[in-house]
């Protein structure tokens, strides 16, 4: 039913996008053509769900759905053209201060109006009801979401971003030097003559214990910055305390909530890599996001890898 | 079944599901995501400081299988046995340990504690364990006082104060849930019931509640029998049966809110076993309360096995094992009994 709706809204959209074509006749026909020098160039970019994006000048007012788009525009220095946010979005720090619009899976649909964005970009866990609803206020939504891969993120979020932002000059530089780093740091670990084993730490203790599987993207950076996961042979992300007794890793990752706690619960603390003091914290937020701050993400890792060797 | 064999069979069957848990239990401890060879498991159990084997080894046996395996085996135990309770005191084949909200109590409990204050432990029990407990008491006490003590005469009311305060509480679980999406995960697999974190402090807490629970559930097996055949008979004997009621139920809430505070809230054994064995073993509760506990270990000793091997090295909630096993077990039983004739065992 829902998928019926949807094909509906497409098609509704799409005659609707044709007859205006055909009623506006020369006029938008020239403005759509990119290299034209006459009128404002448009911004047009393809988003996550091969929606084409359009505008007719940068985004002034954008409401950002998703840490990783918070991030990306203040990486991209357009930081004032932000109006809204997430409760999530909490890097850099400038982004405080913006009014915030709800989670990340409920944002305020209400809230988003008030601002009068001319802008919203959402990423993942994003719902097509939310979607729909905003597109029914006439509101243009871009969805620009990172395929699980190192620099994924530079052409399906920095990148596109960047031209609705009118930003593009900017990107091209932040890519740069996104590559700049991430070559920097792979080359360190082509030097590393030790692989050590590597355990992340996702959940512990009560709720039983999770980790980074490896068909998982943090699997795969634990492998990139030189380390083994030693759950690579597991799927998802569900792992148990017997198992990871047994595989004892030399290093563990822990987020920063666990600190200290994991280190003095019973049975984790006998573990070797906590009795030899290998437990660090990683900033998940810098590698799972897979914004600007993913080469910060690996640097963070293959640093901790370099210090095992 | 039913026939004069029968009785003989009855009699030795308490005996028959004991060495039943043995087997379970041995099995249990032998198992695992990790494969330890059977040589060394018996070696290991027997002699731990021989320091042949390496020390991994060790610490899984010692420190995760066997604590587990005895949590599981009294976890399963307690829940049965307060099911059984349930079912003859309220003459009701659907009566359960958690009917009286005390899943929900525990399950808000839980969650609050998830929420406010997710770590640390008292006395070796996981806050979050400790307030999972406090929760089922407080649920158990609110409803005996809302429903009042003639509900004791009147089980209907009893139940019905059981599924408000119910509601209350999964509503209050479902308001936290909504304003900490971030937390929904812990507090869904809480729900779900595991015992992937027990140690000893665990099992040592459930043998301090649980085991003079049991014992004392048994004792008034003979009361029950006659609770369970109308208060009329229990009148005519010179018992109070308002008075039974609540020592009973009381009874049920604290070994079930144990349990409860060291596995999350894991479905069906409390239900499942103690109907299947008054249906093999007929309603004499002394018999049954013990088979009760012995089965309901057998189950959750087997069901815990699956759930740490089935997807290994992951595990899944123990509490979606119980009730995939026990499911059908329960539609097929209740067939044969509508053939039959007769549901209330």
Known sequence: MRRFRFLFLVFALVLGWTGSLAASGQADAVSSSSSHKKSSKSLVVRDFHGREIQLDEPAQRVVALSPVITETVFALEQGNSLVGKTEYCDYPPEAQGITTIGSLREPDIEAIAALEPDLVVASAHFSEEHLRQLEALGITVAVLMAPDSLRGGQEAVIRP????????????????????????????VKSFQFQPRVYYVVGFGDGGDWTAGGDTFIGEMI????????????????????????????????????????????????????????????????IVRQGPRIGEGLASLVSIVAQMQ | MRT??????????????????????????????????????????????????????????????LPRALAAMMVGGVL????????????????????LGISSGASLGAALAIVFLPFGAFAGLS???????????????????????????????????????????????????????????????????????????????????????????????????????????????????????????????????????????????????????????????????LSSWLGGGILLLLADAIARTVTAPGEIPVGVVTALMGAPFLLVMARGKQQSGRLDG
């Open chain 2, 80 to 99: 049965a046995v307060g099911g059984g309770t349930c079912q003859g005191l309220f003459r009701n084949p659907l009566a359960e340990p958690y009917l």
């Open chain 1, 161 to 188: 971003l960047a031209t609705l932002l009118g930003a593009e000059d900017k990107a091209k530089d932040l890519i740069l030097q996104l590559n700049q780093q991430i070559d920097a740091e792979l080359e360190k």
């Open chain 2, 4 to 65: 004069t064999d029968g009785n003989a069979m009855k009699r030795f069957f308490p005996m028959v599901l004991f060495l039943l848990l043995v087997a379970a239990f041995l099995m249990a401890v032998a198992v695992g995501s990790h494969p330890i060879p059977l040589k060394a498991v018996t070696s290991i159990l027997l002699h731990p400081g021989a320091g042949e084997w390496p020390h991994s080894w060790v610490q899984i046996l010692w420190k995760l299988r």
């Open chain 2, 127 to 289: 806050v979050i364990g400790l307030a999972a407990f406090l929760g089922s008491l407080v649920v158990t006490v609110t409803v005996f006082s809302a429903a009042g003590r003639g509900a004791f005469r009147l089980p209907a009311t009893l139940l019905l104060a059981g599924i408000a305060v119910a509601f209350l509480c999964q509503s209050g679980v479902w308001l936290i849930m909504a304003l900490n999406r971030d937390q929904v995960e812990r507090i869904t697999f809480w729900t779900l019931g595991s015992l992937s974190s027990v140690g000893w402090s665990g099992v040592m807490w459930l043998a301090l509640i649980t085991a003079p629970v049991v014992l004392a559930q048994m004792a008034l097996g003979r009361v029950l029998d006659v609770m369970s055949t109308g208060h009329d008979g229990a009148h005519g004997l010179g018992l109070d049966p308002s008075r039974m009621a609540l020592i009973l139920l009381t009874l049920t809430a604290l070994g079930t809110a144990a349990a409860v505070s060291v596995a999350g809230t894991i479905g069906f054994i409390g239900l499942m076993v103690p109907h299947f064995l008054r249906w093999v073993i007929g309603p004499a509760h002394q018999r049954l309360l």
């Open chain 1, 223 to 286: 492998e990139l910055a030189g380390g083994e996961n030693i759950a690579q042979d597991t799927e998802g992300w569900s792992f148990s305390l017997e198992a990871l007794v047994a595989r004892d890793p030399d290093v563990i990752f822990i987020p920063s909530w666990a600190d200290g706690v994991f280190q003095n619960s019973p049975v984790y603390s006998d573990l070797r890599a906590v009795q030899s003091g290998n437990v660090f914290v990683v900033d998940e937020n810098t």
